[in-house]
């Protein structure tokens, strides 16, 4: 009985909406959910319990799977700092070493280079005196067109390691694109995620884990 008044129900409301698929797809949604709920009221009952491992996890019921609309792709990743084009020479070519032969500034220069840091979670920089510095980072690079950069993103000692290693690529990568937005040149500049492999603060406070959500930077001078 219950089916039949959730199939009417999925009619009445199909009639009154427009025939686009994605109307169709979110009609049939509600309908779900509604038998569901019907479920609950005679009795029927849909598992729930605490999981022992990873093995005893299958996932959502097939019928409340709702895939993403390509509008929603498109909105998430608009804006996305990442799609920003990487240089065209790879470090090691054009004149220009491996990652590894980068330096930390020199100390007439540390002010420029200082580290910018991140509120937990988060890849964009919010403090005023840190975006000004970055300012100024990017001036700096557009006057000097031999010094190249490799911004490195750290994390935390908090959650995994490979979130962290995301977190800290999204950390750098922000920094590259404000400085190529103001002027630097995104051929100069590398990304890097340390993760949360390289701490400066080995404590595990509020404290620590604040001076180790940044992004550092080392140079070369050709």
């Not at 084009?85 to 070493?97: R, T, Y």
């Not at 995301?166 to 995104?186: E, P």
Request: charged share 25%; with cysteine.
């Amino acid at each position: 009985m219950s089916r039949y008044f959730i199939f009417a129900a999925v009619l009445l409301i199909g009639s009154s909406c427009s025939r686009d698929s994605q109307t169709w797809e979110d009609v049939k949604t509600a309908g779900r959910h509604m038998q569901r709920g019907v479920d609950s009221m005679m009795g029927k009952d849909y598992e729930s319990r605490m999981l022992a491992s990873d093995s005893d996890f299958v996932g959502p019921y097939n019928d409340d799977f709702i895939p993403l609309r390509d509008a929603d792709l498109k909105n998430q990743f608009a804006s996305s700092d990442a799609a920003m084009p990487q240089p065209k020479g790879a470090p090691g070519q054009f004149g220009v070493p491996n990652l590894d032969n980068f330096y930390a500034p020199p100390v007439a220069l540390q002010s420029l280079f200082n580290a910018v840091h991140f509120e937990t979670d988060q890849h964009v920089v919010r403090n005023k005196n840190e975006i000004s510095a970055l300012l100024n980072l990017a001036s700096y690079l557009k006057k000097n067109p031999n010094v190249y950069l490799v911004v490195e993103g750290h994390c935390d000692e908090r959650a995994s390691a490979s979130y962290n290693m995301a977190l800290g690529m999204r950390r750098a990568n922000y920094i590259r694109s404000f400085l190529v937005k103001n002027g630097a040149d995104l051929n100069r500049i590398y990304t890097v995620s340390r993760g949360k492999e390289q701490p400066i603060a080995l404590g595990h406070s509020d404290e620590s884990w604040k001076l180790n959500r940044r992004s550092q930077f080392r140079i070369y001078e050709k």
